[in-house]
Antibody, heavy 116, light 110 residues
Framework: QVQLQESGPGLVKPSETLSLTCTVSGGSIHSYYWSWIRQPPGKGLEWVGYVYFTGSTNSNPSLKSRVTISVDRSKNQFSLQLTSMSAADTAIYYC??????????WGRGALVTVSS | QSMLTQPPSTSGTPGQRVTISCSGTSTNIGSNPLIWYQQFPGTAPRLLIHSNIKRPSGVPDRFSGSKSGTSGSLAISGLQSEDEAEYYCSAWDDSLNGPVFGGGTKLTVL
């Protein structure tokens, strides 16, 4: 059973960069698309971006200029960097694995609060 | 702003059948499979329906999905109190080259 676990700071100051890592266990990061999806408190889901195990990436146009997603195959991890953080970026950030046309595996989520 | 449209809320009584609709466009639901996720408060979403109609193992057959054109729906029959949750539809969007989600529908079991 594939399991995902997010790690990173829970508090980020305005204008700073968020760095989150997702560790994949119980399966290989080789194959599949690995994504970041966020959910502001009390709101719906928003796709942030994905990385394929080869390293190719794509991200939501609304965030594209601020998003970097990378994969470390040797560690079975993938990471998100989101620059110029603001209060609007306060959300639960989920990492998820995309298989057979759907997000079959989800991390438990990491609450990131942007505040000085 | 969500790219797929769902009603914000719905409700039903135990044993009843309820449906949740999801509307999209030709670049998402119209050309890709419809997916449904279930989310309880404080937990991550869980895959409920994929490929329009398929249930992952462990999902009761009370849950069923359908799709026609650029819209689809989730049906829950024999409603139970434990079905009270938020439900999200999703589909790959060819113009975005990524997934889009509906705004979510909160199901209340009365």
């Amino acid at each position: 059973q594939v399991q995902l676990q997010e790690s990173g700071p829970g508090l980020v100051k305005p204008s700073e960069t968020l760095s989150l890592t997702c560790t994949v266990s119980g399966g290989s990061i080789h194959s599949y698309y690995w994504s970041w999806i966020r959910q502001p408190p009390g709101k719906g889901l928003e796709w942030v971006g994905y990385v394929y195990f080869t390293g190719s990436t794509n991200s939501n146009p609304s965030l594209k200029s601020r998003v970097t997603i990378s994969v470390d195959r040797s560690k079975n991890q993938f990471s998100l960097q989101l620059t110029s953080m603001s209060a609007a970026d306060t959300a639960i950030y989920y990492c998820a694995g995309y298989s057979s046309g759907s997000y079959s595996w989800w991390g438990r989520g990491a609450l990131v609060t942007v505040s000085s | 702003q969500s790219m797929l449209t769902q009603p914000p809320s719905t409700s039903g009584t135990p044993g009843q059948r309820v449906t949740i609709s999801c509307s999209g466009t030709s670049t998402n639901i119209g050309s890709n499979p419809l997916i449904w996720y279930q989310q309880f408060p404080g937990t991550a979403p869980r895959l409920l329906i994929h490929s329009n109609i398929k249930r992952p193992s462990g999902v009761p057959d009370r849950f069923s999905g359908s799709k026609s054109g650029t819209s689809g729906s989730l049906a829950i029959s024999g409603l139970q109190s434990e079905d009270e949750a938020e439900y999200y539809c999703s589909a790959w969007d060819d113009s975005l080259n990524g997934p889009v989600f509906g705004g979510g529908t909160k199901l209340t079991v009365l």
